[in-house]
């Protein structure tokens, strides 16, 4: 491809118009003067979410240090240009990916990049001083240069997936001009990108009714376009772009240049406001607070980045969600053997179901499950996932998950464990229509798969032959497929109970479960399959993915106990290969089995950026391995915050079961549950106060509260709730449908009222809050 694409400067006259146009409510605003710096004057949410905004002092320079922006569609990231006075948004979007599929997804089925906007200023910067407001999710402050500033706001609207950009030069940048750079439409993963590969052609630039374009055709057909304009009211200005993307029919330049035109029509007040609403009520429907404002601070802001990243009727997310860097890697498309998993299962707890694609794109692409298996199989009931493939589910070329013990890969087991996060999010609101609808008739579809290739040996057991434990080794009896085909078993056998289904495989399903075989054992805990051990060290956990996410083996019962710790310390022995969804996963392995300070230990190691082979937490909470970005390992960190503070699992609800001794203090509301229950409470001095269950659905509920002596249970008008014992400060009872139960130290009138606990020192802000000290 000629590098014409990459050299296009697209620019343009802006348009002057009234006073009124612009309107007032959204004038650039310089930092001091956000609420943020004065947290009285808002709620407790509003409070906690301005206290972990981001802020830069320093220029970011990449993907790995800029300030985000987006909306699960529209991705945007700010910094600095080529050259010292140009500031550059880069632009993104999860819709746009090539579609040649006769190649394998991750470059048939590519993410394409697109290009960026520059903002280019009469002189050199020399300072800035900017916030992500993750309150509004606006991006605010001001550029310094040598020849004045520019005061600016920057969002991408929360449902017209436009950029606005707000801004006021001051004397002497009046001059600051706008441009678009068109990339490559290349994919930019090399790894078996065949030699026939093209990319595609270069762009058509063009001006539409005042709006400016950049038409990005696909040799496949469709394409892809970003449309931008400008108006000015005085000193004033407002930029709007959008790109917008089509397949097979060529209609996306139309769609980019109407969607900008609308938005420049619109009363950028009334705009501002419906996106400024929206991101508030999101903040409002859970709270978490500790005294650790860093721990805290990181929690909130991969809030901020789950939702500008991914919605229900999003595409599923990315490897680097719809930030697509600039100089990209080869992590072109969904990773579904670990990363999508790892980064949804936040949604769950956070009380935040209106984010989980990952059901929405199964419920709609369910048919493209076929294409992962081998054409041998291919019999209408069998289904696997093979990776890396696109947010339709289809995997490109002829890739497929392989056939165990012939031609096998490390993906057999991908399919089942990404419905176990369809499960998660079914079990935490029991919507029966993602049951019947989604887990069960795809579940079934997938421990098919494994049926097909489950023998008898002559000790009785079923057995699975020769595949592949992720990015670690072949086993025959491999415990990563052995865990998954247990719990997809058992799942299948309980839903097809809960939906009066008589399926015919229910006696498959009841024998699979009774003669799989054990996991093979050796004096270190469960190996990695029948004569394979764990013998160096492995960043997957894929070998104890039976006791997370899966918790097959349960802390609760004493005789799991032995094994779930003999397997767990023979691989956090090994550290030396870890990346940062280990120190998640162990950070919620050592919560889930009672240890909250090793737990803690885990978290904070991850979240104070140390580097370990090669992979680290970046400034503004992205995440590097190597020279390749992802987004999983944070958004799984804060799962892990989760942990310490809330569990749910084997029909029991855990209040502040792992916090750890060096926090007194914790507070939390909204926080959801399997069973549908919504969890507040309160914990100050290193014990429980109080804690506020609500029922969704009506479902009988165990519950550990945590509460030393004496309590009181009653709803919330004061009257008594029945209730039993059943054990050390845990107790039983059954609230119906949308009552609340209240539990309290005998005799006490807590305050009910959620709050930002007391923090425990200085914490560190994430951006790049400070210029480096002078030497």
């Not at 009285?40 to 800029?66: C, F, H, K, L």
């Not at 969804?581 to 090793?598: I, Q």
């Not at 054990?727 to 059954?734: D, E, H, Y």
Request: glycine share 8%; with cysteine; hydrophobic share 40%.
């Amino acid at each position: 491809m000629a590098e014409i694409s990459r050299r296009t400067l697209l620019r343009g006259t802006s348009a002057a118009l009234g006073a009124a146009t612009l309107g007032t409510a959204w004038s650039a605003a310089s930092p001091v003067a956000w609420a943020s710096d004065n947290p009285a004057d808002g709620t407790v949410y509003e409070d906690i979410a301005r206290d972990a905004d981001m802020r830069w002092r320093r220029m970011p320079d990449s993907w790995q240090n800029g300030p985000f922006l987006g909306n699960g569609f529209l991705g945007v990231q700010v910094y600095r240009g080529a050259q010292g006075n140009v500031l550059k948004f880069m632009l993104s979007h999860s819709y746009v990916q090539d579609q040649r599929d006769q190649w394998e997804g991750a470059v048939g089925l590519s993410r394409l990049p697109i290009g960026y906007l520059t903002l280019t200023l009469a002189g050199p910067v020399t300072d800035v001083d900017w916030r992500l407001d993750l309150w509004n999710a606006e991006l605010t402050g001001t550029v310094t240069t040598t020849r004045g500033s520019v005061s600016f706001s920057a969002l991408v609207h929360n449902s017209r997936s436009v950029l606005l950009v707000s801004m006021t030069p001051s004397i002497g940048e009046e001059t600051a001009e706008w441009a678009f750079h068109p990339l490559a439409s290349y994919t930019t993963r090399t790894i078996r990108r065949p030699p026939e590969y093209v990319g595609n052609p270069d762009p058509t630039i063009g001006l539409a009714d005042s709006v400016h374009y950049a038409e990005q055709p696909m040799l496949a057909g469709g394409g892809y376009t970003t449309a931008w304009a400008e108006k000015r009211s005085g000193t004033q200005r407002m930029l709007v772009a959008t790109v917008a993307y089509s397949f097979p029919r060529a209609t996306s330049t139309d769609e980019a240049v109407r969607g900008v035109q609308q938005a420049m029509n619109a009363n950028p007040d009334a705009l501002v406001r419906t996106h400024r609403n929206w991101w508030n009520r999101y903040y409002t429907r859970s709270l978490v607070s500790v005294p650790d404002k860093h721990v805290q601070r990181f929690y909130w802001s991969q809030l901020y980045k789950m939702a500008s990243a991914t919605r229900a009727d999003a595409p599923v997310l990315a490897i680097w969600g719809p930030w697509f860097p600039e100089k990209g890697n080869s992590w072109t498309a969904v990773w579904w053997n670990t990363n999508v998993q790892a980064a949804y299962q936040l949604i769950n707890g956070s009380n935040h179901l209106e984010l989980d694609s990952v059901t929405t794109t199964f419920r709609r692409y369910e048919h493209n499950l076929e294409l992962s298996v081998e054409p041998e199989y291919r019999d209408g009931e069998t289904y696997a996932l093979s990776h890396p493939g696109d947010r339709m589910l289809r995997p490109g070329g002829t890739r497929t998950v392989g056939i165990p013990g012939q031609q096998f890969t490390d993906q057999t087991g991908n399919l089942i464990w990404a419905l176990h996060n369809v499960w998660l999010s079914y079990r935490h609101s029991l919507d029966q229509q993602v049951l019947r609808d989604v887990l069960f008739p795809i579940l079934r579809k997938a421990v098919n798969f494994y049926a097909h290739f489950l023998t008898d040996g002559s000790d009785g057991r079923l057995h699975l032959p020769m595949t592949r434990s992720p990015e670690y080794a072949d086993a025959a009896d491999c415990t990563y497929d052995l865990a998954l085909i247990r719990w997809g078993c058992a799942t299948l056998i309980d839903s097809a109970q809960q939906l009066r289904i008589a399926d015919p495989r229910l006696d498959q399903w009841r024998d699979i479960l009774d003669r799989l075989v054990p996991y093979h054992q050796s004096a270190d805990g469960v190996m990695i399959g029948n004569g394979v051990p764990l013998a160096e060290s492995h960043r997957h956990y894929s070998h104890l993915l039976w006791l997370y996410p899966l918790q097959e083996k349960r802390w609760d019962r004493p005789d799991d106990r032995e094994i779930m710790r003999r397997t767990f310390d023979h691989w956090r022995s090994m550290q030396n290969r870890w990346h940062g969804y280990s120190y998640a996963a162990a950070s919620s392995m050592a919560s889930v089995m009672d240890s909250p300070e090793e737990a803690l230990d885990f978290l904070t190691f991850f979240l104070d950026g140390n580097i370990v082979d090669s992979t680290q937490l970046t400034p503004n909470t992205m995440y590097r391995e190597g020279s390749n970005f992802a987004i999983e390992s944070p958004l799984a960190a804060a799962q892990s915050v989760l942990d310490m503070l809330v569990q749910s699992s084997g029909g029991v609800v855990k209040v502040f079961p792992a916090v750890s001794g060096r926090w007194p203090d914790a507070s939390i509301a909204g926080l959801r549950t399997q069973g549908a229950f919504l969890v507040d409470a309160s914990r100050s001095d290193g014990r429980t106060d109080w804690v506020r269950i609500h029922s969704e659905a009506g479902q009988p509920l165990l519950l550990q509260h945590g509460i030393d002596g004496d309590i009181d249970v009653r709803d919330e008008r004061d009257r008594p709730v029945p209730w039993r014992a059943q054990g050390r400060a845990t107790i039983s009872l059954q609230l119906p449908v949308g009552a609340s139960a209240v539990i309290t130290r005998r005799g006490s009138s807590p305050d009910l009222t959620p709050r930002n606990v007391a923090p425990l020192g200085d914490a560190p802000v994430f951006g790049l809050p400070q210029p480096p000290a002078s030497r």
